[in-house]
């Protein structure tokens, strides 16, 4: 059974920082991507950045995080990680990570992921 699992949400004060967690279990996803997203109340569903398992290529969304946020992997422990800084009231959302079990053309869109996890919710506060 395929899970990924979120961790390392929480309430933070703008300026601050914090770091999400996403643990892969079940199936290997080394051909793919692993992404994050997030969702914020009332709207779609948001690009964050994405890293492959191969090679750690990292993507990120054009302007929203780039600079602030860095993803990285662990892949002994199948884990990827979310470093958030500078956190704005803005960036307050559930975050997902998802996995892609072969490496398609596109980190952004979110059908192109065939695994979620159950999402964390992150609130900055101004």
């Known amino acids: 059974q395929v899970q990924l699992v979120e961790s390392g949400g929480g309430l933070v004060q703008a300026g601050g920082s914090l770091r999400l967690s996403c643990a892969a279990s079940?199936?290997?996803?080394?051909?793919?991507?692993m992404g994050w997203f997030r969702q914020a109340p009332g709207k779609e569903r948001e690009f964050v950045g994405a890293?492959?398992?191969?090679?750690?290529?990292?993507?990120y969304a054009a302007d929203s995080v780039k600079g602030r946020f860095t993803i990285s992997r662990d892949n002994a422990k199948n884990t990827v990680y979310l470093q958030m800084n500078s956190l704005k009231p803005e960036d307050t959302a559930v975050y997902y990570c998802?996995?892609?079990?072969?490496?398609?053309?596109?980190?952004?869109?979110?059908?192109?992921?065939?695994?979620w996890g159950q999402g964390t919710q992150v609130t900055v506060s101004s």
């Open positions: 890293i492959r398992w191969s090679g750690g290529n990292t993507y």
């Open positions: 079940g199936r290997s996803f080394s051909s793919g991507r």
């Open positions: 998802a996995a892609q079990s072969v490496l398609y053309s596109d980190p952004e869109y979110p059908n192109l992921y065939d695994y």
